[in-house]
């Protein structure tokens, strides 16, 4: 059976039009920045809100009024060229017990650590599980992508960079630089390969 190729993405996904009634609400925005003494800078805030009154599971926990803030936090990370953590720091100003707020300590193992191939995998090495606060892992692991899109206006100026055979570097680094796609075959044609057909 051949795949269609274009779908409802609502019924495919099982989806219907049933009536929803909000519950939860999280927000993440990611800003970079150019510093003037040379390095990078990424902000990552994280806000959490319900549309109703809450009350932690341990009652020592704050009690949250409804479209109040549940977290709201930041992590700020100083970054180099080559995506090399020079400082990192947060700041809680929400959270739901008071213990929430020295959460952040655990960052500064990242120190040193380059944000390129395998950060997630050694982000959550480093901090996950009681090391660090959940919340704070989980948004600096995306801030990668961000700190690499914040480079890219430099780059530009800079010579592509390639691996040992002359491959660039961004092949197959996503969907639209696949080497099986039309950006590939047309910018670097020597390293253009046919997509294998699916299975029927």
């Known amino acids: 059976m051949k795949l269609a190729t274009q779908i409802?993405?609502?019924?495919a996904a099982g989806i219907s039009d049933a009536v929803r009634e909000p519950v939860h609400s999280r927000s993440i925005e990611m800003q970079g920045y150019k510093r003037?003494?040379?390095?990078?800078?990424?902000?990552?805030?994280?806000?959490d809100r319900k549309p109703h009154d809450f009350l932690p599971l341990i009652h020592s926990g704050r009690s949250v009024p409804a479209h109040e803030p549940i977290h709201e936090m930041v992590v700020r990370v100083v970054y180099d060229e080559r995506l090399v953590v020079r400082a990192i720091n947060s700041t809680t100003s929400a959270a739901p017990y008071a213990n929430c707020h020295q959460g952040g300590?655990?960052?500064?193992s990242v120190v040193g650590l380059a944000m390129t191939k395998g950060w997630s995998k050694e982000i959550k090495k480093r901090l996950g599980g009681s090391r660090c606060c959940t919340h704070?892992?989980?948004?600096?692991i995306p801030m990668a992508t961000t700190a690499f899109q914040s480079l890219s206006t430099d780059s530009r100026s800079q010579p592509e960079r390639v691996d040992v055979t002359g491959r660039p570097l961004k092949i197959d680094s996503c969907f639209a630089y696949g080497a099986h796609g039309e950006l590939v075959q047309r910018e670097w044609p020597e390293f253009f390969r046919p997509a294998k057909p699916y299975a029927q």
């Open 136 to 140: 704070l892992m989980e948004l600096l």
């Open 36 to 47: 003037n003494d040379g390095l990078y800078e990424v902000e990552g805030r994280l806000l």
């Open 8 to 11: 409802d993405g609502r019924h």
């Open 105 to 108: 300590q655990a960052l500064q």
